[in-house]
């Protein structure tokens, strides 16, 4: 419990109010004049979301009952070399925390809660992608412990999900992956 709100895992009828709040947080885009179109181009699907609550993999952030935020992510299995090869990670594919709520921790508290599941479940590390150069994208993540992975240390999973990214339209130059390393949990 933080303040007035919590984090707690996203229950299956929540799935469907997930949209709504990306779609609101989205707008923020607006203010980017080349990036503006992003406020409009749709959102993560319901499904997508109850796949990952079902997953155990979505958490919300909630002011009483109401959903102030959320984060979806997905179990993936890291490709890289070293001592994470083999260890699965935990890809963030969303988070987004209502307008209304912005400013208050909640994004972070998020981001917190997600890398305590993966350090539990002895995951290497959470990854995402992500703008280089909006404010309230890799520099907030930055803040959070997050690195920019450059192009070399990209996984072929990371290679792809950025592949993808352009191939729907978004500037290939302005994404980046990032990773943050997660301590085990004895």
């Known amino acids: 419990m933080h303040g007035d709100w ?3 895992p996203a229950r299956p009828d929540e799935a469907v109010l997930l949209p ?3 779609e609101a947080s989205g707008a923020l885009f607006r203010t980017i004049p080349d990036l503006a179109w992003i406020a409009d181009d749709g959102v993560m699907p319901a499904e997508a979301h109850l796949a ?3 997953a155990g993999t979505c958490w919300v952030a ?4 109401a959903v102030a935020g959320f984060l979806s992510a997905r179990v993936a299995g890291e490709d890289g070399d070293g001592a994470d090869a083999g260890r699965a ?3 963030v594919w969303e988070m987004s925390v209502a307008p209304a709520h912005q400013g208050r921790g909640l994004g ?3 981001l917190e809660h997600a890398a305590a599941y993966a350090a539990a479940q002895a995951m290497a590390a959470v990854t995402l992608t992500t ?3 909006v404010a309230w994208n890799a520099p907030f993540y930055a803040r959070a412990g997050f690195a920019v992975l450059p192009d070399v240390a990209l996984t072929p999973r990371l290679r792809d999900v950025l592949a993808a990214e352009v191939a729907h339209g978004l500037p290939g130059a302005r994404r980046c992956a990032m990773r943050r390393p997660v301590s085990l949990v004895s």
């Open 89 to 91: 990670v935990l890809h």
């Open 62 to 65: 909630v002011d009483g009952e």
């Open 131 to 133: 703008f280089r150069d």
């Open 6 to 8: 919590q984090i707690r």
């Open 52 to 54: 990952a609550i079902e």
């Open 108 to 110: 972070r508290a998020l």
């Open 20 to 22: 709504a709040v990306e």
